[in-house]
């Protein structure tokens, strides 16, 4: 969002949805720390507030329970329609299952837009995932996603869906809030949707308190995870199925060993080249499945085999095959 556009109008109102990461004052950013210094009013869940308590000496504190996040919004809103500039605090990131998007609504019921002359600022900050993640080793380096348990607000078919496609399409997952005192049961399901997709060693560490005083991390496997301690303050990161573990950390390979010989001073494989797509990349795969259509095979046992829909593979083998190759420069950052 521009900022130059939108100065402050006449009220001067403002609203910072501030993520503070993972709880501890190292991990957040400068400019949490700003945001919260330039505020009037402290928004937030009581926990988060004692974790900023430092910071927020003389300032209104409006402390507001878990389940009052609309509440929250709202009351932002009148607060900043009053001229003040108030910052709603979150744990980790505010967009990640936090007051980001249940603050927008509120605004966009009450008639606001970006000129309306209360300013909008969200301050990004470590997500419970990128702070588990780091203090478990590298599991996050391949295609992940995040899920949450939380059936409060979506229906469990919705969050299994989700899981179910999440673990076919091996994904490392993150999941959020995933169990409380109430929901102890979604965690097992999970599990089990897992389990139909994934081998039970498949590795899984379930990371309560990152960067908190009761720090606890443990390594388990898909089939024993739900042995451990889980609760409201822990995410679970279940790996995929090329994750490791290695000296107590979880690695997820980022795929060099497709294209280089690790044990052979890291030269490219046969067929390989550095800053290409692989040979089984896009045009290389494409032009695999013309050789074999015009050997005679069908395309719905190719489409079986690629685990693909039929359908997908036709409309891409009608549009002509992409030779112009990319310049050297291109691709640097693998
Ligand atoms: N906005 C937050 C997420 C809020 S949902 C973020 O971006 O991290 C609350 C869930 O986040 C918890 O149930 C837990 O799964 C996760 N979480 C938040 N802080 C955590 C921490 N310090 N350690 C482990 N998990 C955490």
């Given at each position: 969002m521009h900022t130059d556009t939108q100065m402050?109008?006449?009220?001067g109102g403002r609203i910072m949805l501030v993520?503070?990461?993972?709880?501890s004052t190292e991990h957040m950013t400068l400019r949490a720390r700003e945001a919260i210094a330039e505020a009037d009013t402290i928004i937030g869940y009581v926990t988060y507030i004692r974790l900023v308590a430092d910071l927020i000496e003389g300032k209104e504190v409006i402390r507001k329970s878990m389940t009052e996040e609309l509440d929250r919004a709202v009351e932002a809103l009148a607060r900043a329609r009053e001229g003040r500039k108030v910052a709603l605090i979150s744990s980790g990131d505010a967009g990640v299952y936090g007051m980001a998007g249940p603050t927008y609504e509120v605004l966009f019921q009450a008639g606001?837009?970006?000129?309306?002359?209360i300013e909008v600022e969200i301050v990004p900050g470590a997500s419970a995932l990128n702070s588990c993640a780091a203090l478990i080793g590298a599991?996050?380096?391949h295609d992940f996603c995040a899920i949450s348990l939380s059936d409060l607000l979506t229906p469990w078919p919705v969050i299994a869906r989700r899981l179910d496609a999440a673990a076919a399409a091996d994904f490392v997952v993150a999941l959020y809030n995933p169990k409380s005192g109430r929901r102890t049961r979604q965690i097992v399901e999970a599990q089990r949707l897992f389990l139909r997709h994934r081998h039970p060693d498949t590795p899984v560490a379930i990371v309560k308190?990152?960067?908190?005083?009761?720090e606890h991390i443990v390594l388990s496997t898909l089939a024993q995870m739900t042995e451990a301690d889980i609760g409201m303050l822990s995410t679970v990161l279940i790996g995929n199925s090329s994750t490791f573990v290695r000296e107590g950390l979880m690695v997820t390979p980022r795929g060099y060993a497709n294209k280089y010989d690790l044990d052979e001073g890291g030269s490219a494989r046969e067929g390989e080249r550095a800053g290409r797509s692989l040979s089984t990349g896009l045009n290389g795969w494409l032009a695999g499945l013309q050789e074999d259509l015009a050997a005679g095979i069908a395309l719905e046992t190719l489409a079986a085999r690629h685990r693909l829909p039929a359908d997908y593979l036709r409309e891409t083998l009608a549009e002509p095959l992409d030779l112009l190759v990319a310049s050297e420069a291109e691709e640097g950052g693998e």
């Open positions: 402050p109008s006449a009220s993520g503070i990461g993972p709880g606001w837009t970006p000129d309306s002359g599991p996050l380096t308190s990152a960067y908190r005083r009761r």
